[in-house]
């Protein structure tokens, strides 16, 4: 199985940070990385799929990037809404792999 | 917009099986390039991918859990199921059902249901 390491596994920021969350994979998955927001009790959302494609309806503050085995999420402006954990995740083969998650508090 | 919802028995006892079932609206489970998938969230834990059943009914399980896993289609009630054998306190967990959509270029997960945890004791 390919294994995913995000850091940092939480972090605290105030709203209108810059922040970036990293991924690392244990081989090269090329640009096969999707990242997720996720609250409790809300159904996942899927912000960034194929490292750095913007998925539809999803603020332009979220950006990804990287390829091979380093990628990263950045959210330029923390909104509010934002706090949540994001979770990487690899979907060059199966079984497919996350990442542990980043808490984004307050 | 598809939407998925999961249901389920919430507590289940060590060694019996854990049974849930997720049923899809705005749209079919029997057509498109879509992988209809489980994945779970163990308290203080990362996401877990349990498995996917293609349209077609063929599957893909995740090697630690294959031996106890099955997932299936149901067409006719535009629904998909899981089940998972002999289980124990290590499977409780909150149980996501998903689709992923696969193209020539990407595969992602592009719809959830909000979870439904299930507690094994």
């Known amino acids: 199985d390919i294994q995913m390491t995000q850091s940092p596994s939480s972090l605290s920021a105030s709203v209108g940070d810059r922040v970036t969350i990293t991924c690392r994979a244990s081989q090269s998955i090329g640009n096969n990385l999707n990242w997720y927001q996720h609250k409790p009790g809300t159904a996942p959302v899927l912000l960034i799929y194929?490292?750095?494609t913007l998925e539809s309806g999803v603020p332009s503050r979220f950006s990804g990037g990287g390829s091979g085995t380093d990628f990263s999420l950045t959210i330029s402006s923390l909104q509010p809404a934002d706090f949540a954990t994001y979770s990487c995740?690899?979907?060059?083969?199966?079984?497919?792999?996350f990442g542990q998650g980043t808490k984004v508090e307050i | 917009q598809v939407q998925l919802q999961e249901s389920g028995p919430g507590l289940v006892k060590p060694s019996q099986t854990l049974s849930l079932s997720c049923t899809v609206t705005g749209g079919s489970i029997s057509s498109g390039s879509y992988f209809w998938t489980w994945i779970r969230q163990p308290a203080g834990k990362g996401l877990e991918w349990i498995g996917r059943?293609?349209?077609?009914?063929?599957?893909n399980y995740n090697p630690s859990l294959k031996s106890r896993l099955t997932i299936s289609l149901d067409t006719s009630n535009n629904h998909f199921s899981l089940k998972l054998s002999s289980v124990t306190a290590a499977d409780t967990a909150v149980y996501y059902c998903?689709?992923?959509?696969?193209?020539?270029?990407?595969?992602?997960?592009?719809?959830w249901g909000r979870g439904t945890l299930v507690t094994v004791s």
């Open positions: 995740q690899q979907s060059y083969s199966t079984p497919r792999t």
């Open positions: 059943i293609y349209t077609s009914g063929s599957t």
């Open positions: 998903a689709r992923e959509h696969g193209s020539a270029s990407y595969y992602k997960v592009d719809s």
């Open positions: 194929t490292a750095s």
